[in-house]
């Protein structure tokens, strides 16, 4: 019998002795959060309650929450299966999403807070025909939305039939179903108030878990990084090359263009993600914001230090045959690796596995409750509100309709996390950077920072990215040609690279200037001098 798939079926037998105090700990985290959210929705009274939590949250709260947002199941379980799996080049994602916070925060976090209400589409309409640009808006962060959605969809799949020992498709995408649920039931009844309590609560217990597993790691190899990552080079089966770039990036020149791809979509995506857009707008003013940056990226930082040891330490305690019988993409070498530190055949071992497995779970349920927060609340705010009853309705009608659009959202996500559910998390993430810096961050930019950009412009480069990043998505690798593809069977890959950052995000940046240079429509100066005084001042912001 392969040695790796009977270690996968004693971690699962482990579990399953372990399967009452596993189920604990998920349902007493499940059931804290939902407290929590019952509470928030009793306070939620407003549309200002709704979308941005009253603007309340301190500038600490919020860069934890910020935080809790941003250090998905791609950050927990992803990078840590890539880094297992390819080394260096899986410690680029690390690099990606932390260095992506500066762009957040010297061109977006402030003139973002000062310039809207509750959604980008506050900011990109403002100087512009509402209608059409809400329309876009709306679309794009929808579709931003569910990309990510995936992503964490498939980590709830993964992680949940590991420690359920659960192994048939239809198990699987049944607890893909459960988390849809579950995100659903935070959003309609928290709104933004919930859903920040519960990504703070993640955040601190995401930080304490990798703390942990950082603190044993090291334990092991008595604190010298040297001999872990020897050891982790060793047992990779590839020797010092898993210590050098280009294990997954370089062996080809298509996967060299796929690495400079895949940076440049995690170091722009950053500052047109949705749902983190929308969290400058729970502070009180711009300088909150700010500072709720500063904070995100201190305990962001100090996170994806730590994947250095979750990675390696997977890489030097776990044979990769193991961690790819358990998952084809690596998703679950983090609570593998817990459950080698604490012991594959002890109940320390089991705790530890259930423990860390929990935190991973807490973070997937934190990270789609604010990602379908920010899709329903395009949609209430910039398309029913604004577009469908241009501007006539009331809040408690804009609420109301945030909250049907969480459930079709939700099974959206399901029905297509079920697909993805093989697929690398961290790679999934990466995807849904590339059309967020596609579709809204050209626009983003050009709104706040050219004088003569127009309606027309806006809607070349919102739709013109989303479509070029989205279709070629649709004919790359990750969805079909491939043993780890979406559509294992199929064959349609007719665009090489995985990422198509490198080609969508100078489409939406041309089409944007392209747009606005054939545009025969009149910019409003006066209206741009108005948007330039409140993004750089506040005056005047909600």
Known sequence: MNPAITQVQLAAGEASEHRPLIISLFAVFVAATLVITVWAGRQTKSAADFYAGGRQFSAFQNGLAVSGDYMSAASFLGIAGAIALFG?????????????????????????????????????????????????????????????????????????????????????????????VLMIVYVTIGGMKGTTWVQMVKAVLLICGTILITFLVLLKFNFNISDLLGTAAENSGKGSAFLEPGLKYGATSTSKIDFIS?????????????????????????????????????????????????GFGAAALIKPEEIIASNKAGNTAAPLLALHLGGVDSTWGAILLASISAVAFATILAVVAGLTLASSSS??????????????????????????????????????????????????????????ASANLPTILYSLFWKRFTTQGALWSIYGGLITAVGLVLFSPVVSGKPTSMFTGANFDWFPLENPGIISIPVGFLLGWLGTILSKEEPDTGKYAELEVRSLTGTGAH
């Not at 932390?98 to 309409?125: I, K, Q």
């Not at 059409?132 to 995936?150: E, H, M, N, Q």
């Not at 003013?285 to 904070?295: E, Q, T």
Request: charged letters at 15%; a positive charge.
């Open 88 to 180: 260096y080049d899986g410690f680029l994602y690390s690099i990606g999403f932390l260095v992506a916070w500066l762009v957040a925060l010297l061109l977006v976090a402030e003139p973002l807070r000062n310039s809207g209400r509750y959604t980008m589409g506050d900011v990109l309409a403002y100087r512009m025909r509402q209608r059409p640009v809400r329309t876009a808006a709306g679309t794009s962060t929808i579709v931003v939305s569910i990309f990510y959605l995936l992503a964490q969809m498939a980590g709830a799949g993964v992680l949940v039939s590991l420690l359920l020992g659960i192994t048939s498709d239809g198990g699987k995408i049944g607890i893909v179903a459960l988390v849809g």
């Open 262 to 310: 895949l940076g440049i979509a995690l170091v722009l995506g950053t500052a047109g993600l949705p749902h983190i857009l929308i969290r400058f707008y729970t502070v009180p003013d711009s300088k909150a914001a700010r500072k709720s940056v500063n904070w995100a990226i201190g305990i962001i930082g100090g996170f994806y230090l730590m994947t250095i040891a979750l």
């Open 379 to 436: 949609f209430a705010h910039d398309i029913y509100a604004n577009v469908i009853r241009k501007g006539a309705a009331t809040e408690k009608e804009e609420i109301r309709a945030a909250r049907y659009a969480t459930i079709a959202i939700g099974v959206v996500s399901i029905g297509l996390g079920a697909l993805a559910r093989d697929l690398n998390v961290a790679g999934l993430v990466a995807l849904a950077f590339a059309v967020a």
